[in-house]
């Protein structure tokens, strides 16, 4: 087989056999696997509307998800959705607490202010 012959065979072949490993592949998403992302929804209560977006952002240090008590706003408690976290709110930011449950509690109570202020210029 000469080298035309060869390059010929062997291309084609690679581009059928990554067609034939794609065709089980779906481009198609399931709603499900993006409703955390697609916002709270239409809510009475202003608060919880805005803290719908500010809980749910996306953000490398804020992993997993955090529970609100909108009885404190406008100063808010937050609390990690794990129970064996300690609970962080805004006045604990300024206490010195060397624990890393803790620094990982502050960082991400941050990372939640940051969308809830562009929620509340974005609302009208």
């Known amino acids: 087989m000469n080298r035309r012959n060869f390059i010929r065979v062997t291309g084609g072949g690679s581009v ?6 794609s065709a089980g592949c779906s481009q198609q998403m399931p709603g ?14 202003v608060r ?5 977006y500010a809980i749910l952002a996306l953000h490398p240090h804020n992993p997993q998800s955090l529970r609100a008590d ?3 706003f406008p100063e808010g408690a937050y609390a990690p959705d794990k129970p064996d976290r300690r609970p962080v ?11 890393p449950a803790h620094r990982a509690g502050v960082v991400q109570h941050g ?3 940051q969308p809830l ?3 509340l210029q974005e609302y009208p």
């Open 117 to 119: 202020q562009q929620a």
């Open 89 to 99: 709110a805004r006045r604990r930011v300024a206490h010195r607490d060397d624990h």
């Open 111 to 113: 990372v939640a202010m």
């Open 16 to 21: 059928l056999a990554a067609t034939a490993l």
């Open 70 to 72: 909108i009885g404190l």
């Open 48 to 52: 919880r509307w805005l803290l719908g």
């Open 32 to 45: 499900s696997a993006i409703a955390a992302w697609s916002g709270p929804g239409p809510e009475a209560d």
